[in-house]
């Protein structure tokens, strides 16, 4: 059984930056994509960014376009999301997911499409 676990999470000054991984354990894992997804209090899960595990094509939404990364290390079965620039209004709970479906065509952008979650980790941005 694959488990995906989430880790960097903290509180840092709006402007500031933090990196958050997640890595999946478990038997030979290789996902059609990765993404992130975050929550905020009283707030739907909405997507951040993603990638496709093999050829590495990302997508983010436009909210964290040029300041948020995507990235991920097909050897060591991670993903990660670099965030500069944090605002306030990133704070949330992020989570990582997999997408393990190889009939897909795209990137998938919504939550339901995902397969499998990590259990999220907190970034909280100061004003």
């Known amino acids: 059984q694959v488990q995906l676990v989430e880790s960097g999470g903290g509180l840092v000054q709006a402007g500031g930056s933090l990196s958050l991984s997640c890595a999946a354990s478990g038997r030979t894992f290789r996902p059609y994509a990765m993404g992130w997804f975050r929550q905020a209090p009283g707030k739907e899960r909405e997507f951040v960014a993603a990638i496709r595990w093999s050829g590495g094509t990302t997508y983010s939404t436009d909210s964290v376009k040029g300041r948020f990364t995507i990235s991920r290390d097909n050897a060591k079965s991670t993903v990660d999301l670099r965030m500069n620039s944090l605002k306030p209004e990133d704070t949330a709970v992020y989570y990582c997911?997999?997408?393990?479906?190889?009939?897909?065509?795209?990137?998938?952008?919504?939550?339901?499409?995902?397969?499998?979650w990590g259990q999220g980790t907190q970034v909280t941005v100061s004003s």
């Open positions: 997911a997999a997408e393990l479906n190889w009939s897909q065509s795209v990137i998938p952008k919504t939550a339901r499409s995902y397969d499998l």
